[in-house]
């Protein structure tokens, strides 16, 4: 691989990450995206941006990263254990953003790039990414806008690519402890090489830019709608789901913590407000109980 290679990927990201954070702008009248620059003294640095207290977006972080060390961490190499004592680089964009209104879904994407070198060993490279939609109160036109915008992303790549990502996206955003799904899935895909640098990259793309096309259209929808003291508090209730499953199984968190990535970056995916309840169920035939009876369980949401 070559560092023309590299600096294709590095640009790619950073342009990616302007482009999201001017179209998440686009629908705040006020609130923008401060930016917080920082260097990690193992090697390499990156971009937080963060747009909090908009009357669209609650809290927002758009991160871009490019890090490099002399050891893979445990999460990166526990599946792959001959990678153990290589060093790489590691560079991606990743979002989260939770909206105020519990009827706009909270939303999660990342593409990412890992190459880990050892002398007189083969260079070792991969893709990684996708995106993913946690609702509190869900409509199935959005879900199928979602998943439809998702599809359209892999169908160059092959009429498999969906479904297999489809797939590991149901698996990989699954709270054990509470066997539901973080949300209505999405795409998840990692170590992705098999195709070639050039293919692998433009699928990574593909996925990337899609992003917007799934997103933006849901939060215009349901940005107005109006809500009360009860929805939003199952929203925050809900949000502590999300903390659980970023905190407990999230890759890319621990490979943050593992390799000593700055802290506040990492932990920025997490829900400014977040409401813990005792055992709390929900009332049977309500709106609540529709998202755990319909949604939060792997579904084929295209019929295909």
Not at 48 to 59: I, P
Not at 100 to 122: C, D, G, W, Y
Not at 253 to 282: A, C, D, K
Request: with cysteine; proline share 6%; charged share 25%.
């Amino acid at each position: 691989m070559q560092i023309d290679d590299i600096n294709k990927i590095k640009n790619y990201l950073l342009v990616l990450q302007d482009s999201i954070c001017k179209a998440l702008e686009g629908e705040e009248p006020e609130a923008r995206f401060i930016e917080d620059l920082w260097e990690r003294s193992e090697g390499g640095g990156g971009s937080t941006r963060v747009l909090a207290n908009g009357q669209v977006f609650e809290q927002g972080g758009v991160n871009f990263s490019h890090v490099s060390d002399f050891n893979l961490p445990p999460s990166a190499t526990a599946k792959r254990p001959e990678l153990a004592n290589r060093q790489f680089q590691a560079m991606g964009v990743s979002l989260v953003i939770h909206p105020n209104n519990p009827f706009m879904p909270t939303s999660h994407a990342n593409v990412r790039f890992l190459i880990a070198e050892q002398e007189n060993e083969p260079t070792i490279w991969w893709f990684g990414g996708g995106f993913d939609l946690t609702p509190y109160y869900p409509f199935e036109e959005d879900v199928i806008h979602w998943h439809q915008t998702a599809r359209s992303a892999c169908e160059p790549f092959g009429e498999n690519v969906y479904p297999e990502y489809k797939k590991w996206c149901d698996d990989y955003f699954f709270l054990k402890h509470r066997n539901e799904t973080r949300g209505v899935g999405g795409l998840f895909f990692d170590d992705l090489n098999e195709w070639g640098f050039e293919r692998c990259f433009a699928f990574m793309q593909s996925v990337g830019n899609r992003y917007i096309d799934a997103y933006l259209p849901i939060v215009q929808k349901r940005k107005a709608t109006v809500f009360s003291d009860r929805e939003r508090n199952f929203q925050l209730y809900r949000r502590g789901r999300y903390v659980e499953y970023n905190l407990v199984y999230d890759r890319g968190t621990l490979f943050g913590l593992q390799s000593g990535g700055r802290t506040e970056s990492i932990l920025m995916s997490l829900p400014p407000v977040v409401h813990w309840q005792y055992n709390w169920q929900p009332e049977p035939g309500s709106p609540e109980a529709t998202l755990y009876e319909r949604y939060l369980k792997p579904q084929n949401w295209l019929g295909i």
